[in-house]
């Protein structure tokens, strides 16, 4: 019988730690998901999860979307990619142009990795300065260049195998105008990236007025602003945080949602950057000015969900549902926490929820503070969620689908108030 256990035995003897991403690492071991609709999923024992990873945050639609399902098998049955041009790449960009208010172009790439290292280049060549400036706590994906930073509070290299030479590129600001202001008077800083629900999906967010503030720092300093808008991308509203609180970046990274859940990434921005990468206006000997491939970018399969997802996206009723249910789910949380007198709080913004298991607010607090939780807390309670059937993510913090139900939530809570009781018993 094929158990979890089987399978991470069989795991580790062909891939380091048996799993394809750090953060699917866990012991005794993982549990393999076989199925997956709408909030729930269900592992190769037959056990179900009610789900609030939702492929960590991918799938705002839920689980395997019957539309976005439905558009991929029919796009199957043509070509699932021939590294050529086609319609689909072009429908795509336009509901992104659409939705996104600083997307005057719309360059795709192979995730939102990819897009932070594309936005990245492009704001150096565009500034021709190689710094850039980015927030304590803001994730950026793992590759070399914006990997300093991603642990709040930690200055250090950030892993092996990433150069002296690139981490001293990045420059580190706490989310505070001032310190901003102060440190952008680096003449070598040419590009800014801000992770536009603040750091860890928002569990770190940002102060009142922040993205205003900075978008008008960069103007006046003359710098590139990045929002990467991963995660927050079509889920704070259609058209992003952007759009939400109406303050444009010049270049925006997407992912995940973007893509309606598959594989993939984008970014988009204002004309005069993007086209450094057109082909057909040389500059400075290189055409096109700045180099970008990829083969499985705006791959067709991808596009075809990708644009069923937009539209389902692009009223704001998928992310109304999303909101309420990540609503109810914090105040049913903050209720079991007072009930039980825990100092602890359940926040977020949008479809989010995040846990601070250091007393009943997180005002003035750092990246690093918010961020530093009692381990044997949390261990105890991811763990437990997860053995009574609720995936939490990570180990304080979620978002939510329109999927999800009250009566799926309400679950949840229920689950989550259980867990609470044995750990404080
Ligand atoms: N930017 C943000 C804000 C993210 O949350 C992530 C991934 O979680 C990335 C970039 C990297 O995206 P990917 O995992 O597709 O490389």
């Known amino acids: 019988m094929i158990t979890n256990a089987s399978l991470a035995d069989r795991a580790r003897r062909v891939m380091p730690g048996g799993v394809s991403h750090e953060l699917r690492y866990r012991t005794p071991h993982p549990s393999y998901i076989a199925r997956a609709l709408g909030a729930e999923k269900w592992d190769v024992e037959g056990k179900r999860y009610i789900d609030f990873k939702l492929g960590a945050a991918s799938q705002l639609l839920g689980n395997s979307c019957p539309q976005v399902i439905e558009a991929v098998a029919g796009q199957l049955t043509r070509t699932p990619y021939t590294g050529d041009c086609h319609a689909l790449e072009i429908e795509w960009a ?20 990819e897009s932070t290292m594309l936005a990245l280049r492009l704001g150096r060549a565009y500034s021709g300065r190689d710094k850039v400036l980015r927030i304590d706590g803001h994730f950026h994906g793992w590759h070399d260049m914006l990997l300093k930073g991603a642990k709040p509070g930690f200055e250090g290299a950030p892993s092996l195998g990433v150069p002296q030479a690139i981490a001293d590129l990045t420059v580190i600001a706490p989310s505070s105008l001032n310190a901003v202001a102060d440190l952008l008077a680096d003449d070598q800083i040419g590009t800014i990236f801000v992770e536009a629900s603040g750091a860890n999906y928002g569990s770190v967010p940002l102060p009142d007025g922040f993205l205003q503030g900075i978008r008008d720092l960069a103007t006046q300093t003359d710098k590139v602003l990045i929002f990467d808008e991963v995660i927050t991308g079509f889920r704070w509203s259609p058209g992003g945080r952007q759009a939400r609180d109406g303050v444009l970046p010049d270049l925006t990274t997407l992912a995940k949602i973007v893509t309606g859940g598959l594989p993939g990434g984008a970014i988009c921005g204002k004309a005069e950057i993007m086209e450094l990468l057109d082909p057909g206006k040389p500059r400075g000997g290189f055409a096109p000015p700045v180099s970008h491939k990829g083969t499985f970018n705006a791959a067709p399969l991808v596009a075809a969900g990708a644009i069923a997802a937009m539209e389902l996206l692009s009223t704001g009723e998928v992310q109304a549902q999303a909101d309420a249910m990540a609503a109810r789910l914090r105040d049913g949380i903050n209720r079991c926490f007072e009930s039980r007198q825990i100092s602890a709080l359940a926040y977020g913004d949008s479809s989010t929820c995040h846990l601070y298991f250091g007393g009943r607010s997180i005002d003035g607090l750092s990246a690093a503070e918010i961020r530093t939780v009692p381990a044997p807390l949390v261990n105890g309670l991811r763990n437990g969620l997860l053995e009574r059937g609720v995936d939490f993510m990570s180990f304080t913090s979620c978002v939510t689908s329109s999927a999800h ?11 989550f108030d259980e867990t609470l009781a044995d750990l404080v018993m």
């Open 94 to 113: 336009e509901w992104i142009h659409r939705l996104m208010p600083s997307a005057d172009l719309v360059r795709f790439t192979g995730s939102g990795t």
């Open 405 to 415: 139900t009250p009566e799926l939530v309400d679950e949840a809570i229920e689950i």
